[in-house]
């Protein structure tokens, strides 16, 4: 079994900073790629950002300039830093990591809990 835990939410002013952590633990024999995704309620789970196996980060066109993206491998662990925080930034927030187990040896994708991001005005 593959288990991870967010943290880091909250609620914050327009313009502040945030950032998120999402380790990885278990059966975790390699990481692939780690993602943040966000959803509102009643709206499609999006990307906000991704970094892969050798550091290629991609983000969505929302954050980009805002949002930077990080890997610590040696604790299978992602970070999304978040500055010039907007309102419209306020959702829960969602990690994804893709894990080649040590059991199976299977690729899998596994999600976080979620953690609520506030943005006042």
């Known amino acids: 079994q593959v288990q991870l835990v967010e943290s880091g939410g909250g609620l914050v002013q327009a313009g502040g900073s945030l950032r998120l952590s999402c380790a990885a633990s278990?059966?975790?024999?390699?990481?692939?790629?780690m993602g943040w995704y966000r959803q509102a309620p009643g709206k499609q789970r999006e990307l906000v950002a991704i970094?892969?196996?050798?550091?290629?980060?991609n983000f969505a066109d929302s954050v980009k300039g805002r949002f930077t993206i990080s890997r610590d491998n040696t604790k299978n662990t992602v970070y999304l830093q978040m500055n010039s925080l907007k309102p419209e930034d306020t959702d829960v927030y969602y990690c994804?990591?893709?894990?080649?187990?040590?059991?199976?040896?299977?690729?899998?994708?596994?999600w976080g809990q979620g953690t609520q991001v506030t943005v006042s005005s």
């Open positions: 970094i892969t196996s050798d550091g290629t980060t």
């Open positions: 278990g059966s975790v024999f390699i990481t692939k790629a």
């Open positions: 994804n990591i893709v894990v080649i187990t040590t059991t199976t040896r299977s690729v899998g994708g596994y």
